[in-house]
Protein backbone atom coordinates (compact mmCIF):
# COMPACT_ATOMS: atom_id res chain seq x y z
CA UNK A 1 0.00 0.00 0.00
CA UNK A 2 2.94 2.47 0.75
CA UNK A 3 4.53 1.41 -2.38
CA UNK A 4 0.88 2.63 -4.70
CA UNK A 5 0.24 5.88 -2.36
CA UNK A 6 4.31 6.82 -2.52
CA UNK A 7 5.28 6.50 -6.05
CA UNK A 8 3.48 8.20 -9.19
CA UNK A 9 1.02 6.07 -11.06
CA UNK A 10 2.08 4.53 -14.73
CA UNK A 11 0.31 2.55 -17.16
CA UNK A 12 1.42 -0.70 -19.33
CA UNK A 13 4.01 -2.46 -16.64
CA UNK A 14 4.53 -5.64 -17.27
CA UNK A 15 3.90 -8.78 -14.54
CA UNK A 16 4.23 -12.31 -15.75
CA UNK A 17 3.61 -11.47 -19.43
CA UNK A 18 0.33 -9.33 -18.00
CA UNK A 19 0.56 -5.39 -17.94
CA UNK A 20 -0.82 -3.95 -15.11
CA UNK A 21 -0.81 -0.11 -13.61
CA UNK A 22 2.24 1.02 -11.46
CA UNK A 23 4.03 3.34 -9.63
CA UNK A 24 7.09 5.04 -10.61
CA UNK A 25 8.79 7.88 -10.70
CA UNK A 26 12.43 6.32 -11.86
CA UNK A 27 14.20 8.85 -9.64
CA UNK A 28 12.90 6.65 -6.48
CA UNK A 29 15.22 4.49 -7.85
CA UNK A 30 18.46 6.15 -6.70
CA UNK A 31 19.75 5.61 -9.94
CA UNK A 32 23.24 6.40 -8.95
CA UNK A 33 23.61 3.51 -6.08
CA UNK A 34 21.92 1.29 -8.75
CA UNK A 35 24.25 1.75 -11.64
CA UNK A 36 27.03 0.07 -10.59
CA UNK A 37 25.18 -2.79 -10.00
CA UNK A 38 23.45 -2.66 -13.19
CA UNK A 39 26.60 -2.28 -15.00
CA UNK A 40 28.22 -5.76 -13.63
CA UNK A 41 25.50 -7.73 -14.06
CA UNK A 42 25.31 -5.88 -17.88
CA UNK A 43 29.07 -6.84 -17.81
CA UNK A 44 28.50 -10.34 -17.22
CA UNK A 45 25.58 -10.76 -19.67
CA UNK A 46 27.96 -9.41 -22.20
CA UNK A 47 30.31 -11.92 -21.72
CA UNK A 48 27.55 -14.66 -22.25
CA UNK A 49 26.18 -13.12 -25.51
CA UNK A 50 28.93 -10.96 -27.04
CA UNK A 51 26.85 -7.71 -27.63
CA UNK A 52 28.53 -4.97 -28.42
CA UNK A 53 26.22 -2.62 -26.58
CA UNK A 54 24.30 -2.86 -23.71
CA UNK A 55 21.12 -0.86 -22.19
CA UNK A 56 18.75 -0.83 -19.33
CA UNK A 57 15.66 1.73 -20.15
CA UNK A 58 12.72 2.75 -18.11
CA UNK A 59 9.77 4.93 -18.21
CA UNK A 60 9.78 8.06 -15.63
CA UNK A 61 5.87 8.11 -14.70
CA UNK A 62 6.49 11.35 -13.70
CA UNK A 63 7.78 12.77 -16.69
CA UNK A 64 6.52 9.71 -19.20
CA UNK A 65 9.80 10.49 -20.46
CA UNK A 66 12.95 7.62 -21.75
CA UNK A 67 14.96 6.83 -18.71
CA UNK A 68 18.68 5.18 -19.46
CA UNK A 69 19.21 3.12 -16.15
CA UNK A 70 22.48 1.76 -17.39
CA UNK A 71 24.32 1.06 -20.73
CA UNK A 72 27.64 -0.74 -21.33
CA UNK A 73 29.01 -0.55 -24.42
CA UNK A 74 28.15 1.68 -27.56
CA UNK A 75 30.66 4.09 -29.33
CA UNK A 76 28.69 7.10 -29.68
CA UNK A 77 27.62 9.12 -27.07
CA UNK A 78 23.28 8.91 -26.88
CA UNK A 79 21.74 11.64 -28.32
CA UNK A 80 19.41 12.31 -25.67
CA UNK A 81 17.00 14.77 -27.68
CA UNK A 82 17.15 12.16 -30.35
CA UNK A 83 15.81 9.22 -28.18
CA UNK A 84 13.28 11.37 -26.30
CA UNK A 85 12.09 12.23 -29.86
CA UNK A 86 11.31 8.47 -31.65
CA UNK A 87 11.37 5.98 -28.80
CA UNK A 88 7.47 5.94 -28.50
CA UNK A 89 8.02 5.07 -32.64
CA UNK A 90 10.47 2.44 -32.06
CA UNK A 91 10.83 -0.74 -30.72
CA UNK A 92 11.72 0.55 -27.22
CA UNK A 93 7.93 1.36 -26.92
CA UNK A 94 6.88 -2.50 -27.94
CA UNK A 95 8.47 -3.75 -24.70
CA UNK A 96 7.86 -0.80 -22.48
CA UNK A 97 4.26 -0.53 -22.99
CA UNK A 98 3.12 -3.79 -25.02
CA UNK A 99 5.22 -6.29 -22.98
CA UNK A 100 6.36 -7.68 -26.45
CA UNK A 101 9.77 -9.53 -26.76
CA UNK A 102 11.44 -7.27 -29.68
CA UNK A 103 13.86 -9.73 -32.60
CA UNK A 104 15.48 -8.05 -35.04
CA UNK A 105 17.82 -10.82 -37.27
CA UNK A 106 18.95 -8.08 -39.35
CA UNK A 107 17.46 -4.64 -38.89
CA UNK A 108 18.35 -3.37 -42.55
CA UNK A 109 16.99 -5.89 -44.61
CA UNK A 110 13.19 -6.54 -45.10
CA UNK A 111 10.19 -5.44 -43.42
CA UNK A 112 12.46 -5.10 -40.22
CA UNK A 113 13.88 -2.14 -42.06
CA UNK A 114 10.92 -0.16 -41.22
CA UNK A 115 10.16 -1.66 -38.28
CA UNK A 116 13.78 -0.80 -37.06
CA UNK A 117 14.47 2.54 -38.54
CA UNK A 118 14.42 4.97 -35.92
CA UNK A 119 16.26 2.41 -33.64
CA UNK A 120 18.86 2.06 -36.27
CA UNK A 121 18.98 5.94 -35.82
CA UNK A 122 20.03 5.84 -32.20
CA UNK A 123 22.31 2.91 -32.02
CA UNK A 124 24.50 1.44 -34.55
CA UNK A 125 23.19 -2.24 -34.79
CA UNK A 126 22.35 -5.31 -37.28
CA UNK A 127 20.69 -7.65 -34.60
CA UNK A 128 19.04 -6.62 -31.52
CA UNK A 129 16.77 -8.58 -28.54
CA UNK A 130 14.70 -6.66 -26.36
CA UNK A 131 13.27 -8.07 -23.57
CA UNK A 132 10.99 -6.77 -20.91
CA UNK A 133 11.72 -6.31 -17.40
CA UNK A 134 9.32 -7.95 -15.14
CA UNK A 135 9.21 -5.21 -12.32
CA UNK A 136 7.49 -2.52 -10.68
CA UNK A 137 8.52 -0.08 -13.34
CA UNK A 138 8.51 -0.51 -17.02
CA UNK A 139 11.45 -1.29 -17.73
CA UNK A 140 13.04 -3.13 -20.71
CA UNK A 141 16.81 -4.86 -21.48
CA UNK A 142 18.11 -4.34 -25.00
CA UNK A 143 21.50 -5.99 -26.25
CA UNK A 144 22.55 -4.87 -29.59
CA UNK A 145 25.47 -6.67 -31.95
CA UNK A 146 26.62 -5.59 -35.27
CA UNK A 147 26.69 -8.56 -37.09
CA UNK A 148 22.91 -9.94 -38.30
CA UNK A 149 21.86 -13.22 -36.56
CA UNK A 150 24.10 -12.70 -33.66
CA UNK A 151 21.64 -13.72 -31.18
CA UNK A 152 21.19 -17.38 -30.87
CA UNK A 153 18.30 -19.32 -29.24
CA UNK A 154 20.84 -20.05 -26.55
CA UNK A 155 22.07 -16.34 -26.43
CA UNK A 156 18.35 -15.17 -26.07
CA UNK A 157 17.84 -17.21 -23.16
CA UNK A 158 20.61 -15.36 -21.38
CA UNK A 159 18.88 -12.24 -21.98
CA UNK A 160 15.36 -13.42 -21.00
CA UNK A 161 17.63 -14.75 -17.70
CA UNK A 162 18.99 -11.13 -16.97
CA UNK A 163 16.11 -9.27 -17.58
CA UNK A 164 14.06 -11.23 -14.99
CA UNK A 165 17.61 -11.15 -12.62
CA UNK A 166 17.70 -6.71 -12.89
CA UNK A 167 13.90 -7.17 -12.24
CA UNK A 168 14.24 -8.48 -8.82
CA UNK A 169 16.91 -5.63 -8.17
CA UNK A 170 14.33 -3.08 -9.20
CA UNK A 171 11.86 -3.98 -7.28
CA UNK A 172 14.66 -4.30 -4.21
CA UNK A 173 15.40 -0.85 -4.57
CA UNK A 174 12.01 0.34 -4.26
CA UNK A 175 10.73 -1.45 -1.37
CA UNK A 176 14.15 -0.36 0.54
CA UNK A 177 13.37 3.28 -0.73
CA UNK A 178 9.71 2.88 0.54
CA UNK A 179 10.73 1.29 3.92
CA UNK A 180 13.22 4.10 4.23
CA UNK A 181 10.31 6.50 3.44
CA UNK A 182 8.20 4.55 6.04
CA UNK A 183 10.71 4.55 9.01
CA UNK A 184 10.94 8.53 7.90
CA UNK A 185 6.91 8.58 8.86
CA UNK A 186 7.14 6.74 11.54
CA UNK A 187 10.00 8.83 13.25
CA UNK A 188 8.23 12.02 12.26
CA UNK A 189 4.97 10.67 14.16
CA UNK A 190 7.05 9.52 17.40
CA UNK A 191 8.30 13.31 16.74
CA UNK A 192 4.66 14.75 16.61
CA UNK A 193 3.61 12.62 19.15
CA UNK A 194 5.97 14.30 21.79
CA UNK A 195 5.50 18.20 20.53
CA UNK A 196 1.81 17.48 21.14
CA UNK A 197 2.64 15.77 24.69
CA UNK A 198 4.68 18.33 25.49
CA UNK A 199 2.31 20.86 24.18
CA UNK A 200 -0.30 19.30 26.30
CA UNK A 201 1.69 19.46 29.43
CA UNK A 202 2.56 23.52 29.13
CA UNK A 203 -1.35 24.25 28.81
CA UNK A 204 -2.45 21.72 31.75
CA UNK A 205 0.10 23.70 33.52
CA UNK A 206 -0.71 26.87 32.31
CA UNK A 207 -4.55 25.99 32.85
CA UNK A 208 -3.62 24.99 36.60
CA UNK A 209 -1.52 28.75 37.41
CA UNK A 210 -4.59 30.57 35.70
CA UNK A 211 -7.01 28.75 37.91
CA UNK A 212 -5.23 29.85 41.19
CA UNK A 213 -5.71 33.20 39.81
CA UNK A 214 -7.79 35.67 42.16
CA UNK A 215 -11.47 36.74 40.14
CA UNK A 216 -10.58 40.55 39.44
CA UNK A 217 -14.57 41.12 39.51
CA UNK A 218 -14.97 39.11 43.24
CA UNK A 219 -11.90 41.67 43.99
CA UNK A 220 -13.53 44.61 42.84
CA UNK A 221 -16.63 43.66 44.67
CA UNK A 222 -14.77 42.98 48.14
CA UNK A 223 -13.69 46.32 48.10
CA UNK A 224 -16.31 48.35 46.91
CA UNK A 225 -18.77 46.07 50.09
CA UNK A 226 -15.91 47.38 52.47
CA UNK A 227 -16.32 51.16 51.82
Known amino acids: QLLVEYYAKSPDTRDQGERKSAPIPTEQLSVSNLRPVLLRNLSRLQDQTGAVELIVFAINGRT????????????????????QTHWLYSP???AL????????????EGKEAARFRYLSRMFNFA?????PIPAEIP?????FHPRPSHFTRTRQQFVHAMAERIGAILDHSL?????????????????????VHEINNKLGNANWNAEKLPDSSQSRTGKRSRV
Open 64 to 83: QRLDVLARRGGRRRLDEKEI
Open 92 to 94: IRD
Open 97 to 108: QDGDIVLAEDAH
Open 127 to 131: SCVGI
Open 139 to 143: AAIFV
Open 175 to 195: MERAMAEMHRYVLLGQLGAVV
